[in-house]
């Protein structure tokens, strides 16, 4: 044992170095032996920090579908905002024919790919799976990022294979472009004093071709609610069925014309049949073909139709012929900031144009800065044209429990929302151990 150092003094600092080296490796050994493999020359982990950042909007993805991409498409780096991306890629669908779908990808390159653009598209049909449809547009997605990545030196490491399929037979269409879809739906809730009961069964047909599109379709729907206790019981029901036909005509990239047809009852609105046929036109600003990013078009309706109500009417009728017009307005823009949807509509019977009804609906989702956004949808109608409203009184049932349409003036809703992300802007990794 020494009394004092009788050591030198440097080699006593020597060791104290030494000492507080350890246990600074202790501490971050891991983050240096991660930066270690990140910084080897020509390493897959070097690689793939050199690769391009990607944000994908999607409109029509579930959570599971994000995942899908970042397992299958391992050779970029996926972030969570926009602007910290190198490439915004937007996905955007619309309906075709056959009940499928076509699938827009845009590709917008931003900072070091700014300027280097392209959109390509696929088509769905209504009978793949999801796997086969995700595994569809991934695909795509990858062959449209080769432009981005050839930029990089994870070039070196792509190949691409092109195995050649037999020569195609001519494709005969057995069912004429004709789909149909029939749905069944019922649900049932109660407890001891309360039960309800709802049922809908629907069936629709349709044929799209790019001259013309017919779609027919035909529901039924019951609603049942009882209140049963010691002193009171109520039995509540409504009904309604319908049907309806519509067909349009492609007139040109801007112009279509159409037909429209509706036979139906309503217990809710009072209407035991109506009868009603229209005809209809409208002019799309820009080309249909550019409809799965932008569309502004005006439409105009103008119909006749026959009711007949359950009861008489706060008008005193048991019956009438109506005359009626309609204009609607509708935008519809998607950006790399975010998408507007909104619509503009006004209605009115043509013998009385007090009746009338206008309604205004917007869709807003902004994009302020990194990891902010900003939503809005809202629905607001000022409603002059409750011509079938029954002339007695309503139960407190029928108040309480909206089984028969009530007097109003407007109505409205309005849904706000706002978010903010902050932290790691990469989202490469997929865990899905106990989610849902």
């Not at 104290?16 to 897959?44: C, T």
């Not at 076509?102 to 088509?123: A, P, R």
């Not at 547009?137 to 050649?164: C, D, F, H, W």
Request: proline share 2%.
């Amino acid at each position: 044992m020494y009394k004092g150092s009788s050591k030198p003094v440097g080699v006593t600092r020597l060791n104290f170095l030494r000492l507080f080296l350890s246990i600074l490796l202790v501490l971050i050994g891991p983050a240096v032996v991660k930066s270690q493999g990140i910084s080897d020359a020509g390493s897959g982990d070097s690689l793939r920090a050199l690769a391009p950042r990607v944000y994908i909007d999607c409109y029509d993805c579930w959570e599971d579908d994000y995942d899908y991409f970042r397992t299958e498409i391992n050779f970029i780096n996926f972030v969570r905002d926009r602007l910290e991306a190198d490439i915004h890629i937007i996905i955007t669908t619309q309906a075709t024919g056959g009940a499928g779908m076509e699938v827009t990808i845009e590709f917008h390159g931003q900072q070091k790919y700014e300027g280097i653009s392209d959109t390509l598209k696929c088509y769905l049909e209504a009978s793949d799976t999801d796997e086969m449809q995700r595994s569809r547009v991934t695909g795509i997605m990858k062959m449209g990022l080769l432009r981005y990545v050839a930029r990089t030196p994870l070039a070196e490491q792509i190949s691409v294979n092109y195995s050649q399929p037999a020569k195609p037979a001519e494709v005969v269409d057995k069912w004429n472009y004709w789909v149909f879809q029939t749905s069944i739906d019922a649900w049932i809730q109660g407890q001891k004093s309360y039960r309800q009961f709802y049922d809908n069964v629907s069936l629709s047909v349709e044929r799209t071709t790019d001259a013309n599109k017919l779609d027919m379709t035909g529901w039924l729907n019951y609603n049942e609610t009882r209140y049963t206790t010691d002193d009171y019981n109520s039995l509540n029901i409504s009904r309604g069925k319908g049907t309806d036909l519509m067909y349009v005509w492609s007139l040109s990239p801007h112009w279509s014309l159409g037909g429209y047809g509706e036979l139906y009852s309503s217990s809710y609105s009072n209407q035991e049949s109506v009868v009603y046929g229209a005809g209809l036109i409208e002019y799309n600003i820009f080309p249909y073909s550019e409809s799965t990013r932008r569309l502004l078009c005006i439409r105009y309706r103008q119909g006749i139709q026959y009711m007949d109500y359950l009861e008489e009417t706060i008008y005193d009728h048991h019956n009438q012929w109506l005359h009626s017009g309609k204009v609607t307005l509708v935008a519809d823009i998607k950006r790399t900031w975010g998408s507007i949807y909104g619509s503009l509509a006004g209605s009115a019977y043509l013998y009385d144009l007090k009746k009338n009804r206008l309604s205004l609906y917007t869709q807003f989702s902004l994009r302020i800065f990194r990891g902010l956004s900003f939503n809005i949808s809202s629905n607001a109608s000022r409603v002059r044209d409750q011509i079938t409203l029954p002339k007695t009184d309503l139960s407190r049932e029928d108040i309480l429990l909206r089984i028969r349409e009530m007097a109003t003036s407007y109505d409205y809703y309005v849904s706000l929302g706002i978010s903010y992300t902050f932290g790691s802007i990469y989202n490469n990794i997929v865990n899905v151990r106990l989610s849902n």
